[in-house]
C-alpha cells in the first residue's frame, strides 16, 4: 500500500515511439512516480506489470509498431490518487467484450490476459475511443494510509 | 538483462535454467524456440526451473502455455520448478497453477516423469 504520510504530487508525460523500448520507458517513469508516492515493493510490481500491458497493447495491438503514430503517456500522483494514461492513434477495439481468460474453454489461450492482469492490479480501469482514432487507457490505484 | 537459458541434461529429463525476464519480445521468443527445438530433437521430459525469472508479464506466460502445449501435444511432459513468488502469484491469478506440474526441489521433480 502507499503511504499516505508522505503526500505527493507529481506528473510525468511523455510521447514515445511505437516500440519495445517505449514499454519499458513507461514502465519505468511510471514506478519512478509511485516509487516517489511511497507505493510498497508489491504494489509498484502491480503498478509496473499493469503498465506494461498498456503500453504493450497500445504499440503492438493499437499502433502496430507504427513508426508514424505516437503512444501518449502520463503518469500522475495527485493526493492518494496514482493514475496513469496511455494513448494509442490505432483503430481500436472493444475492451468490454474481450473473452474471459480464466473459462476453461480460454484457459490455454497463448494470449489474451493482459487487460485481466490491468483489471486485477489497479483499483480502476476505463478505456475510451479518441476521435478520429485510437484508444486512450486510464488505470488508476489509491495510497491507503497505514 | 533479457531471459538467459541454460540447458542440461539430468537423465532422460532436459532441464532449463531460466534466468531474466519473460517479457514480449527477445524474453519470450528465446523460450519458444528453444522448447521447439528440443521437442524436435525428441527431448520430452521438459522441466523449466524458473527460480532466476525476475520479470513475467501476460506475453511470457502465454509462452508457458504455448510450451505446455506443444510438449504436450507431443507426447511428453512440461514440469515447473521453482517458481518465484511474483511467477506463482500470477500462475494463480490467472487460474494456471493447477494446469502445471509444480515442484519445489529438483530430484523430486525429475523423478516424477514417468
Redesign the interface.
Given at each position: 500500500m502507499g503511504d499516505l504520510s508522505r503526500p505527493a504530487t507529481e506528473s510525468v508525460e511523455r510521447s514515445l515511439d511505437s516500440t519495445?523500448d517505449s514499454?519499458d520507458q513507461a514502465e519505468d517513469l511510471a514506478v519512478g512516480v509511485a516509487r516517489r508516492a511511497g507505493f510498497d515493493e508489491e504494489d509498484l510490481?502491480k503498478i509496473g506489470?499493469a503498465v506494461?500491458?498498456s503500453m504493450?497493447n497500445a504499440v503492438?495491438h493499437g499502433n502496430r509498431y507504427n513508426t508514424n503514430k505516437k503512444v501518449r503517456f502520463s503518469a500522475s500522483m495527485s493526493g492518494s490518487r496514482f493514475t496513469v494514461r496511455v494513448a494509442d492513434e490505432g483503430e481500436g477495439f472493444d475492451h468490454a467484450h474481450l473473452p474471459d481468460?480464466?473459462t476453461p474453454e480460454n484457459?490455454?489461450?497463448?494470449?489474451g490476459?493482459?487487460i485481466?492482469?490491468i483489471r486485477?492490479f489497479m483499483d480502476d480501469f476505463q478505456a475510451r475511443h479518441l476521435d478520429p482514432a485510437g484508444t486512450e487507457v486510464t488505470l488508476v490505484k489509491f495510497a491507503v494510509s497505514k | 538483462m533479457s531471459v538467459n537459458l541454460g540447458i542440461r541434461q539430468v537423465g532422460d529429463v532436459t532441464v532449463v535454467d531460466v534466468a531474466g525476464r519473460i517479457t514480449l519480445g527477445e524474453g519470450s521468443s528465446a523460450l519458444r524456440e528453444a522448447l521447439r527445438d528440443m521437442v524436435g530433437k525428441n527431448q520430452k521430459k521438459i522441466l523449466l526451473n524458473l527460480g532466476d525469472v525476475s520479470y513475467i508479464d501476460s506475453s511470457g506466460i502465454g509462452e508457458l502455455v504455448s510450451g505446455f502445449t506443444t510438449v504436450t501435444n507431443a507426447g511428453g511432459q512440461l514440469k515447473l520448478l521453482n517458481l518465484t513468488k511474483r511467477v506463482k502469484d500470477l500462475l494463480q491469478i490467472t487460474k494456471l497453477y493447477t494446469v502445471f506440474d509444480v515442484h519445489e526441489d529438483e530430484a523430486h521433480a525429475v523423478r516424477s516423469f514417468t
Open positions: 519495445l514499454v510490481m506489470l506494461r500491458e504493450v503492438v481468460p480464466l484457459l490455454l489461450r497463448t494470449s490476459r493482459g485481466f492482469l486485477s | -
